[in-house]
């Protein structure tokens, strides 16, 4: 390694759009991958899936990237924290109380409990994440989408009402949180679209468009592109303040081969009427240069087939491992999306 090329492949302010698990583990290979201390890393985080459950609110993607950059995640499940257990969950169950299918974890409601106690008390979002972080020390600067509350909904087919002509000869569909869909239902019920209820009227949270404005790089981890990322790019002003972005955008796939590599996002894209193939995520990001909102794109390895069709569509491709087994494998595959950022940069048909 030399010190010139260190430089350039080392931009001093990245931004993030992430998701939970998939956002997570890119970041500890993102910290992993830049010399400590050089590159300051804002994590815009979405919070559609957060919830308010048994009287308090849970962030779970914000959550996950807290304790998974701050060490006290589940390496097992995932989310939620290690060493974990259940006891409040049961004895609410017991109680008959629900929803009895959220996994919550005693450890984990004390983060719950604090964030609940500092909103009631007045503070947003925003400054009760940065606190909530002054314990985790995740070496980033986490910031919600919003501080306004705008959770996302699943429209699935009415089960009272089936077998009803709906408006448009459609079957009436109803909307449950992508929590229930998600963790109740396992994704399994089909769904009709998603509905991020709130989002026309939430707000970019402070520093979010700074941080995009600033970034000398703006990376999409291989978070789902529909209910993550494709929640925070919903908020309004954020996804034009991408397109207007100076710092080059580049994403990874969480799709490798025709399937996510862990979860479901085969159903999100499904429901909005996409195949899962790492191509039809690029095209759905589309590129910067026609109103899209990337510029790079990294396939797994073994998709290296569909880059002729990726930089048809304006986007410069690159196959390389998207496995994130470990922080090592993690920290190349980050290294690549910066490589390919670097390129796109100084490429001289750059607009
Ligand atoms: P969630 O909020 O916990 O669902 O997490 P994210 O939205 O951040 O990321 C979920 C996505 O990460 C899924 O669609 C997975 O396919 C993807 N993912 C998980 N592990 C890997 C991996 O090792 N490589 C790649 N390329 N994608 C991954
Ligand atoms: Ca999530």
Redesign the pocket.
């Known amino acids: 390694m030399t010190s010139m090329t260190l430089a350039d492949l080392h931009p001093g302010r990245i931004a993030v759009l ?8 890119f970041l500890m290979g993102l910290r992993a991958c830049l010399p400590p201390g050089q590159a300051q890393i804002t994590v815009i985080g ?1 919070t559609g ?1 957060d919830i308010w459950v048994h009287g308090v609110r849970v962030c ?2 914000l959550d ?1 990237v807290m304790y998974t950059l701050g060490g006290g995640i589940s390496a097992e499940r ?2 939620g924290r290690e060493t974990e257990t259940f006891v409040v969950k049961e004895e609410l169950a017991a109680y008959g109380v629900e929803p009895t299918w959220f996994g919550l974890g005693d450890r984990d409601l004390a983060t719950h409990l604090v964030r609940t106690q500092s909103l009631r008390a007045g503070f947003a979002l925003s400054e009760v994440t940065a606190a909530l972080c002054e314990r985790w020390q995740p070496g980033v600067r986490l910031l919600p989408m919003s501080d306004d509350r705008a959770e996302t909904h699943v429209l699935i087919s009415d089960p009272e009402r089936a077998g009803e002509p709906g408006a448009g000869g459609q079957p009436p569909t109803v909307a449950i949180h992508f929590q229930e869909w998600w963790i109740r239902h396992r994704a399994a019920i089909p769904a009709h679209g998603f509905r991020v209820i709130g989002i026309e009227d939430a707000r970019p949270a402070p520093g979010v468009l700074e941080a995009i404005a600033e970034a000398d790089v703006i990376l999409f ?4 592109p529909v ?2 990322i494709g929640v925070i790019l919903q908020v309004p002003g954020i996804a034009e303040a991408i397109r207007r972005a100076t710092a080059p955008v580049v994403g ?5 081969g025709n399937a ?4 479901m ?1 085969d159903a999100c894209l499904a429901a909005i009427g996409l195949p899962t193939s790492p191509l039809a995520v690029a095209q759905h990001y589309g590129a910067r240069e026609s109103g899209g909102v990337i510029d790079g794109w990294l396939v ?1 390895a073994d998709d290296a087939g569909v880059l002729g069709a990726v930089e048809a569509a304006g986007i410069r491709g690159r196959a390389v491992p ?4 470990d922080v090592a494998a993690t920290a190349a595959m980050a290294r690549a999306a910066l490589d390919l950022a670097a390129e796109i940069a100084g490429s001289p048909d750059r607009r």
Do not use: F, K, Y
Not at 252 to 256: D, L, V, Y
Not at 322 to 325: F, V
């Open positions: 992430a998701g939970g698990i998939g956002g997570a583990r979405n899936d779970p993607d996950t995932g989310w981890p291989p978070s789902n209910v993550s990874m796939s969480p799709i490798i996510p590599v862990r979860g996002a797994h998207l496995l994130m087994t």
